[in-house]
Each structure stands twice: as C-alpha cells, then as structure tokens.
C-alpha cells in the first residue's frame, strides 16, 4: 500500500475522526487539568500508534501525516509534531515492557510535565531505575534540570547505600528514612567547576555553595551551622556542619575527613552526636545521627567500627569531581592540591 493509498483508508479515516473528538475532549478538560489530561491522552495516542502500527500496513511513514493532519485540525496545541509523536510512541514503549508496573504508574506518569517524562525514559536503563525517579520527583517537586542533575549523578545507584548502624540503633519505620537520606558516594563536582573554589578549605567551600550542598544531600537538610561550637567539661569542641533534617525530625552532624576512614572517627562522631542530644535535641526530636565523609574507606574496618557504637551513623565516601572537558581542566585545581589542603585543615583533627 502506497501512502496515498493509506490515506484514503476507511479505517484511518474513522480513527482520526475518533480521535479528533477525542481531542476536543481533552480541551474541554484542560482548564481544570491540563497536565493530567493531557499525559493521560498521550498515553491513550501511544497505545493507539503502536496498536495501529501492529495491525495494520501503514508502517512509519503515517506518523508525519498523522502530525500534518492533527497540526491542521489544533493549530493552537503544541505536542503534534512528528518528533513528538515518536516520542509518545517510545515513552509508550518504554513502560509498557513491563506491563504491570505500567498499569500501577499511569496515575503517577500524569502528576509530572511531559518533558520530565521524556528524560527519565531517555536517561534512564531500567524500569526499575525510572520508577525511582518519578516518585522522586513527585515527592521532592523537582525541576527538569534538577531531575536531570539527579539522574546524570546517578542518584538511583548511591541512595541508601552508605555503610551506617541506623537498624540497631534506630526504631522502625525511623531506621529506614534515615537510610534514604544517605548516599555513597556523594558527588561534590560543583566544588572544582566553581570560578571562586577556595582550595585550601573544602568545608568553607561547601557552605559558600551550601545550595548545591543541599541538593546533592537531599530533600529534608536545613543549614545550621559550620564549626559548631559545643562546651563539654572545661573543653571546647567544634563540629564541622550542622544540620536538622525536617523529615526526619532530627539534628544531623556531618564530619569531614581528607583522608580514609579511621575506626577512631566514629568514636569522635559518637562523642558529638553525645553531645548534641544532651545540649540541643528537646522533645520532639528524634535521635541525632551523624554521617562520617570520607576520602575513602575499607567497607569491612567500617562495619566493624559501627557494630558497637550505640549513637546512629553512617559512613560515606565523597568525589570531588568526575570527568570534566579539556578546555577546563587547566584552570582547575587537581584533586590531589584539593586533597592536599583539605587534609591540612582538618586531617590532625
């Protein structure tokens, strides 16, 4: 069948004129959800192409007349585009792989704009991966650009993977929120590609970018203060960052080290989480945690450090880049002269 032929098809006929109807509807509706009706349509149309495309000779070639022709018929509706079609088609594709999983997302599929369901589809490797990331970004309220931040990071493969103590020292269902808001490791590339980056001190850095800090730390963290001050005894003592943590509704201590992990850094951590408990937390809070980042670290000599620290904490890893393009790399500061000062300013500590 040629395409002239195709086009004068009874059958194509009457599914356009269904599906013209179909789309007066969705403008009715609009005014009162138009994301919702609309994705929902969308994936209504990527059943109907794939269906059509199964059953019938018309192949490929009919989705440029189908755009030529819903183009006319909706000059002012945006999404009819060939290319957009194609993406309907794919984002259709992509899901219905897993058929059950579909059938118990489409509600969620339709709560984020389109362009955010394209770039989980594109970016993502698995289903189980962009599941991950629509109920994250449903959760969190995040912008194209954060989620691509996020997927780009790889943020699906380092939640909730850091070595920590939460299950013994934390009840349920608090053991298992506090998982989630660790990673390993944790990306902090934004330091390295930042005109200003003050090399000799990564924690002064973190806190002059405390937005991107926020971000890569997650949903939840609000700033307190860097250099704590806390007066045990007749000492004074200083934590590096202090943070609350909204969700879980506790104070959260974070120590930086520029080398790897010593057991003696858990037993310092267990002495700070001590002493916020006992001259910050007040009723309501729950228990503080603490979160260890590291240069690096020996998972087993973590593990065995954390078995008897009866304070919740976790141990982490941090990169300070990836891989960034020629023409910057010159301007930079090398991982080894960060690490160098870094480990000046706080690796006798």
């Known amino acids: 069948m040629n395409e002239n032929q195709m086009f004068i098809d009874k059958e194509y006929k009457h599914w356009l004129g269904e599906l013209k109807s179909r789309i007066r509807n969705v403008q009715l509706k609009a005014a009162i959800s138009v994301n919702k009706e609309l994705l929902g349509f969308y994936w209504e149309l990527g059943s109907d192409i794939v269906r059509k495309q199964a059953a019938t000779s018309w192949g490929d070639g009919f989705l440029k007349q189908l755009s030529a022709d819903l183009m006319s018929e909706f000059p002012e509706m945006k999404g009819f585009s060939k290319r957009n079609l194609e993406l309907i088609r794919q984002w259709y594709l992509f899901w219905i792989s897993e058929p059950a999983i579909a059938k118990q997302l489409v509600s969620q599929f339709t709560q984020i704009p389109w362009g955010h369901n394209i770039a989980i589809i594109s970016k993502s490797k ?71 980056y003050n090399e000799r001190d990564l924690e002064k850095a973190l806190v002059d970018h405390v937005a991107h800090f926020l971000l890569e730390l997650g949903a939840g963290f609000a700033y307190i203060g860097r250099q704590f001050p806390l007066h045990v005894g007749e000492r004074d003592f200083f934590i590096d960052l202090l943070f609350y943590h909204a969700r879980l509704h506790c104070y959260v201590v974070i120590e930086l080290k520029a080398i790897d992990f010593e057991p003696e850094h858990a037993g310092k951590l267990n002495f700070y989480i001590k002493a916020i408990d006992e001259q910050l937390r007040k009723e309501g809070d729950a228990p503080t945690i603490g979160i260890l980042l590291c240069k690096g670290k020996d998972k087993l000599v973590a593990e065995y450090a954390l078995s008897d620290i009866h304070k919740p904490m976790g141990v982490s890893e941090y990169e300070l880049t990836r891989s960034l393009p020629d023409n910057l790399k010159s301007s930079l500061p090398s991982i080894e002269d960060i690490e160098a000062e870094l480990k000046e300013l706080v690796g006798d500590e």
Do not use: C
């Not at 962009?130 to 970004?137: G, I, N, R």
């Not at 699906?156 to 013994?168: D, H, M, P, T, V």
């Not at 349920?172 to 200003?196: C, E, G, N, V």
């Open 126 to 196: 698995t289903i189980q991966e962009a599941t991950y990331y629509v109920e994250q970004t449903i959760q969190n309220n995040w912008s194209r650009s954060v989620l691509v931040h996020q997927i780009e990071s790889s943020l699906f493969k380092r939640e909730g993977k850091a070595i920590n103590n939460f299950s013994l020292t934390l009840p349920k269902p608090q053991s298992d929120l506090a998982k989630q808001t660790l990673k390993d490791p944790y990306i902090f590339d934004f330091l390295a590609m930042t005109k200003d």
